[in-house]
């Protein structure tokens, strides 16, 4: 079996949130310190420099993860990733818990042990993306 490589997948973003989930995961459980944000907390220009994509390129990668969070009954791993200089604000249209607001929600998701959790495959992003109407 050969490895694949991310490169290899053009910009299909089903591949960008298979990318983008282990490096949340790891921001998750590690708790590395941005500046000017929480401990755990990660900027978008920061999680689109780790996958090579721009900042505003992230929306469905993370709703892609967000709703695998949901479907999983996990908490919303995608909540993470917020606004540079924003006291930690996610941007609008991130997928929270209906119970939470997205500091509770941030707070269920620094507190889980996300490496007990596989990264999802590329057939489960696949399909949760398609399944997914995202405004269009």
Avoid at 10 to 34: D, H, N, T, Y
Avoid at 68 to 76: A, D, F, N, S, V
Avoid at 114 to 132: H, K, L, M
Wanted: hydrophobic share 40%.
């Amino acid at each position: 079996m050969a490895l694949e490589y991310f490169q290899d997948r053009g910009e299909e973003v089903s591949w960008r949130a298979i990318q983008l989930w282990p490096i949340l995961a790891a921001a998750a459980v590690f708790k590395p310190e941005e500046q000017g944000l929480s401990a755990g907390l990660i900027s978008y220009t920061e999680a689109g420099r780790w996958i090579g994509l721009p900042a505003f390129g992230l929306s469905r990668p993370l709703g892609i993860i967000g709703m695998i969070c949901e479907h999983e009954q996990l908490p919303r791993l995608n909540a993470i990733v917020v606004k540079k200089n924003s006291t930690n604000v996610p941007g609008s249209g991130v997928i929270l818990a209906p119970e939470n607001d997205y500091s509770e929600e941030q707070s269920n998701v620094l507190a889980y042990e996300w490496f007990s959790v596989g990264v999802p495959d590329i057939q489960y992003a696949r399909y949760v993306n398609e399944a997914t109407k995202w405004g269009c």
